[in-house]
């Protein structure tokens, strides 16, 4: 909708990625915008900037069936469906944030681009987090990150190995559970490289008879 402002921010996005694989996805995916405008003229000027399809503004009833249809809690959102209206994906708007062309070309191919494995039993489920090379979303168990706060990385263990990145990776440990000294040095490589400056500083702790270790 044109008074909302994700929406707005999304939108031209959108239609740079899908002026950029138009022909090379052969019009095999086409993008029709459901409007929760407020009023036809609104309505008018948002779709004037999109170069896709859109559903009459007249029936408004329409909107409401199809975002109670895909449980729609928000917008801006992004139902992506193959011919015979199974669903390829629902989470259309982060598919696209994180992977831009790659995920309409997966679209076009009948396939969403977040995938995952099915976690065992009382596997750690990253329920946020996707791979950043490979797309599985979310995360079972591995997940590897930068020690570098500007890096927007996130590697699953297959990804890790294929890999080469300018800074240390570390895996982040699992919540409440419990790890040896060693794994948990282990997870902060930077912390024993030898050319780094930083002074450690370890405190010990004791609380309710447990001792605690910090840095
Ligand atoms: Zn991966
Ligand atoms: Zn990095």
Redesign the pocket.
Known sequence: AHWCSPCRKFTPELVKIFDEVKDEINNKLDIVFISCDRDQESFDEYLRGMPWKALPFSDRNLPKLLGEKFNIDGIPSLVVLPPFLQIITLDGIDEVRDANKEALHKWSQGKRLFWTREPQDGEYVWKTANCTECFMMPMVVVRYS?T?VD?Q?DLCEACLSKTK???PLVEYLIPKQQYSLEKILASIPYLLDPNNSDEIDIKNMWKSDIKSIGF
Do not use: E, S, V
Request: proline share 0%; with cysteine; glycine share 0%.
């Open positions: 930068c570098n890096c990385i990145h300018k800074y």
